[in-house]
């Protein structure tokens, strides 16, 4: 039982670098997320997208950017690292039930250095 | 947007009750859900409320009061295994989640 695979599981990175954090589902759910996670401040919505084919900005998405080319895949880019974006990076997907709980992946840890 | 505000840090004894309080307010509500997540790992899913009144799973029971914009985790006779932080988490009308900064327990011997 897999559910969501992150890819890599830890990076470290030089500040200007260009990087792709991986994701992938087997659950066939149709929406899917991406949050970061940083002490004090909790996990905060980066990008999201309902459907394949389709995307949206989260709370915080200055820096990232997404694709969403089929339903299984929601690769998340850093065009041009910076140290701010040092953060556990977490993807989820959203059941298809009544309660529509978020699935979460084991999360990549990121260090712009 | 959402504001959602719980205690940073708790501690209790084992077989003791431990009840951590959520208030939140938000431009749409679909929803209130409390997570898990231990230390390295993923957040996991504990309990959904959508309507007022107590939801009991187990040891965990998860209270809703959408008039005063509050939530409640209970938790009973902890366990070790409890240590964690507990993640209270609002779903918009368009179905997105927003998460407090999470509540750190501490179970003690």
């Known amino acids: 039982i897999a559910g969501i695979t992150q890819a890599p599981t830890s990076q470290i990175l030089a500040a200007g670098r260009r990087m792709t954090l991986r994701c992938t589902q087997d659950?066939?759910?149709?929406?899917m997320y991406w949050y970061r996670q940083d002490l004090g401040l909790g996990l905060r919505l980066i990008h999201y997208?309902?459907?394949?084919?389709?995307?949206g900005k989260g709370e915080v998405p200055d820096g990232y950017s997404v694709s969403r080319a089929n339903k299984d895949d929601f690769p998340l880019t850093l065009a041009s690292a910076v140290p701010s974006q040092t953060s556990v990076y977490f993807c989820?997907?959203?059941?298809?039930?009544?309660?529509?709980?978020?699935?979460f992946g084991e999360g990549s840890r990121l260090t712009v250095l | 947007g959402q504001n959602i505000d719980q205690p940073t840090e708790m501690t209790a004894t084992e077989g003791a009750i431990v009840q951590i309080n959520c208030t939140y307010q938000?431009?749409?509500?679909?929803?209130l859900f409390w997570y898990q997540q231990h230390a390295g790992e993923a957040p996991t899913f504990l309990s959904y409320?959508?309507?007022?009144g107590l939801e009991e799973k187990g040891r965990f029971s998860s209270f809703l009061s959408r008039s005063k914009g509050y939530s409640y985790l209970l938790l009973k006779e902890l366990q070790m295994k409890d240590s964690a932080s507990y993640l209270c988490?609002?779903?918009?009308?368009?179905?997105?989640?927003?998460f407090g900064a999470g509540t750190t327990v501490t179970v003690r011997a």
């Open positions: 997208s309902n459907t394949a084919g389709t995307t």
């Open positions: 988490a609002v779903r918009d009308g368009d179905y997105k989640l927003s």
């Open positions: 989820a997907s959203r059941g298809d039930l009544d309660t529509g709980e978020l699935f």
């Open positions: 938000t431009s749409g509500f679909n929803g």
């Open positions: 409320n959508v309507l007022d």
């Open positions: 659950m066939r759910h149709n929406a």
